[in-house]
C-alpha cells in the first residue's frame, strides 16, 4: 500500500458480525486521518449504518464508537451507499446521512481498478 494514494473498502458486515464491522470503520478512518482518501462502500448488512440513528445502535466493546468512525471517514473521504443494497432495505436517497452517496457496482470497480488504488473487502 505504500505507493497507494487511494483506499477503497467495501464493508459486508454489520451487527451481524460486528468484529468485522468494526475493523473496516476503524481502517478506513485511521487511513482517512493518516491522510489516504478513503472510499468506504457499505453493503449487506452495514447498510443500515447509511442511515442516521443506526451507528449510534451498533456496540461493541473495547471498540471506537461506530459514530466517531463514520465522522473520520468523511472527513477525509467518500461514504457509498451499494444502490442494490439500499433498495433490498427500502432505503432511498432522502434517507441516509448527509453526505453519504448511493451508487452501484460500475462505480465501485471504477474506484477499485484506478490506478494508485489499494481495494479491501471486510
Known amino acids: 500500500m505504500a505507493d497507494a494514494k487511494k483506499l ?4 459486508t458486515a454489520g451487527a451481524d458480525a460486528p468484529e468485522r464491522c468494526s475493523q473496516a470503520f476503524t481502517v478506513a478512518a485511521v487511513a482517512a486521518a493518516s491522510g489516504v482518501e478513503v472510499s468506504l462502500w457499505l ?17 461493541l466493546p473495547h471498540a471506537a464508537p461506530l459514530p466517531e468512525l463514520i465522522a473520520g471517514v468523511q472527513a477525509g473521504g467518500r461514504i ?14 432522502k434517507d441516509v446521512l448527509e453526505g453519504v452517496r ?3 457496482a ?8 484506478a490506478p494508485g ?3 479491501l473487502v471486510y
Open 43 to 59: 453493503t449487506g448488512e452495514s447498510a443500515w449504518f447509511a442511515l442516521p440513528g443506526r451507528a449510534a445502535e451498533f456496540e
Open 117 to 119: 488504488t489499494q481495494a
Open 8 to 11: 477503497v473498502i467495501k464493508v
Open 102 to 104: 448511493i451508487a452501484g
Open 80 to 93: 457509498t451507499l451499494c444502490t442494490q443494497c439500499a433498495a433490498r432495505r427500502d432505503i432511498e436517497e
Open 106 to 113: 460500475q462505480v465501485f470497480v471504477s474506484e477499485a481498478m
